[in-house]
């Protein structure tokens, strides 16, 4: 069986590792596929990796066919809201089987300050309500909808250089993730941030910024995830997504 990842997460690297290890029963062909938006992205250490767009839906759909794919399993970020809706698409007219891999969202615990939007413009003017001195975590891509704030400092944390449109008022972190509490902590005094922002992607490697968040009384600006594609199964778990896989080969 041909199993195509729709990858670029921590989720998706433990899958495609799961599925090809010497010990799986059995090991399944596996192609993880990846944005390419990152100039060195974390590749998975077993199955085949293809970067780089399909060419919408019908090139999604065409590349499945070309390539005897099986089965999908969309493991990409949560906010990664064009290519589940074309996985979901694809899927459906190759009439093959598609699950969503998604990690849980994050749930605010007492002490917390969330304050939830629905969007990166809403968030932008929500951050410029509550603090002057603003830590941006929601990746470069969506700096435009910040660039017309000129009063805000913007501290903004991400793998690659961002480019314009952004605000005026900029310094960029390059790192990533996963993220110490300590470090977060350290982060936030030395730049005395007054507000974060970030979206709702879940998981642990950056969850730490909302724990120091809260330790500092500093209000978070937290964009909602887009919904799953309708009638799509959805897990949350690496196991549950592997068996899922496994089964369809009869195992």
């Known amino acids: 069986m041909h199993l195509l990842i729709l990858g670029g997460t921590t989720e998706a690297r433990r899958l495609a590792e799961e599925l090809t290890s010497p010990s799986a029963a059995p090991p399944l062909r596996v192609t993880s596929s990846l944005a390419g938006r990152v100039a060195a992205p974390r590749l998975p250490a077993g199955g085949e990796v293809r970067i780089g767009g399909f060419g919408g839906v019908e090139g999604l759909t065409r590349w499945l066919g070309e390539h005897r794919v099986d089965a999908v399993i969309d493991a990409t970020h949560p906010f990664a809201e064009t ?12 009439a093959i089987p598609l699950l969503v891999l998604r990690r849980p969202a994050w749930a ?3 002490g917390d ?7 990166l413009p809403e968030a932008a003017e929500t951050a410029a309500r509550l603090g002057r001195r603003v830590f941006l975590t ?6 435009a909808a910040f660039a017309h704030l000129a009063d805000p400092w913007f501290l903004v944390r991400s793998v690659d250089p961002p480019e314009p449109p952004h605000p005026p008022r900029l310094e960029v972190l390059l790192d990533r993730g996963p993220f110490t509490l300590d470090g977060e902590r350290e982060l ?4 005395a941030v007054d507000v974060l922002v970030t979206k709702d992607s879940g998981g642990a490697a950056t969850a730490p910024k909302l724990t120091a968040a809260r330790e500092a009384a500093i209000p978070v600006v937290i964009v909602d995830r887009p919904p799953t594609p309708p009638g799509t199964p959805v897990t949350t778990t690496v196991p549950e997504a592997a068996a899922w896989a496994r089964a369809l080969t009869g195992h």
């Open 83 to 94: 290519i589940s809706s074309h996985a979901a698409c694809a899927a459906r007219d190759a």
């Open 108 to 110: 605010p615990t007492e």
């Open 113 to 119: 300050d969330w304050h939830r939007v629905p969007g």
């Open 138 to 143: 929601t990746g470069r891509m969506g700096l």
């Open 188 to 191: 936030l005094r030395r730049y």
